[in-house]
């Protein structure tokens, strides 16, 4: 099955500086590829996706990039603020269902 | 729409006690499916269904069942609960399996067993 590997696990920056998460994924099946942003007690919210035929996309602050020979994908944050702190996990979609990442805990500093 | 509701938010159980997490969608959406989050390996999947009727294993299905009776309803189903079980799990549906539509998360529900 589909196996992703998402690092760092925990990123801290201050705020105004720019982020990034990476994520690998295994299956060359999988075609969808998209972000979520966990806050503490919530379930986690779609932030930005990409489909494989794109290889990039931006919505104002937050864009992702994917490399489908490498088979990986990332999350670009930039101008960070105290409120992008959250929990962020990729997911790629394979033959059956979405594949999570295990997460990387992002600290914005003031 | 309410979107995704999960009943209860938080359940303390005794190791072999039974119980049923609830899910339902108000958005006709054709494919449920329900996750466990634990410390430091996101979400994983345990059962998925792609319509009434249809359920299929995930990648942790073991002590977990499920149906799908109705397009809104798909309730998880601990048989014995074991430690083990113990964690956050999340309920989620989209439009439909294939063609990257978006999945929307219910707000979980905090499973305790001792």
């Known amino acids: 099955g589909e196996n992703v590997e998402q690092h760092p696990s925990t990123l801290s920056v201050q705020e105004g500086d720019s982020a990034v998460i990476k994520c690998t994924y295994s299956d060359s099946a999988s075609n969808y590829f998209p972000w979520y942003k966990q806050e503490l007690g919530k379930g986690p919210q779609l932030i930005i996706d990409i489909r494989s035929n794109v290889g990039e996309k931006k919505d104002q602050r937050i864009a992702v990039t994917l490399n489908k020979t490498a088979k990986h994908f990332s999350l670009h944050i930039t101008e960070t603020q105290p409120e992008d702190s959250a929990v962020y996990f990729c997911a790629a979609r394979g033959r059956r269902a979405l594949t999570f990442g295990s997460g990387t805990r992002l600290q914005v500093q003031p | 729409n309410a979107g995704v509701t999960q009943t209860p938010k938080f359940q303390v159980l005794k190791t072999g006690q039974s119980m049923t997490l609830q899910c339902a969608q108000d958005?006709?959406?054709?494919?449920m499916s329900w996750y466990r989050q634990d410390p430091g390996m996101g979400l994983r999947l345990i059962h998925y269904?792609?319509?009434?009727?249809?359920?299929d294993q995930g990648e942790v299905p073991n002590g977990y069942n499920v149906s799908r009776s109705t397009t809104e309803d798909f309730p998880l189903r601990l048989l014995s609960a074991a430690p083990s079980q113990t964690s956050v799990y999340f309920c989620a549906s989209s439009y439909s399996a294939g063609g990257g539509y978006e999945q929307y998360f219910g707000p979980g529900t905090r499973l305790t067993v001792t």
């Open positions: 958005m006709n959406h054709e494919y």
């Open positions: 269904s792609v319509g009434a009727g249809i359920t």
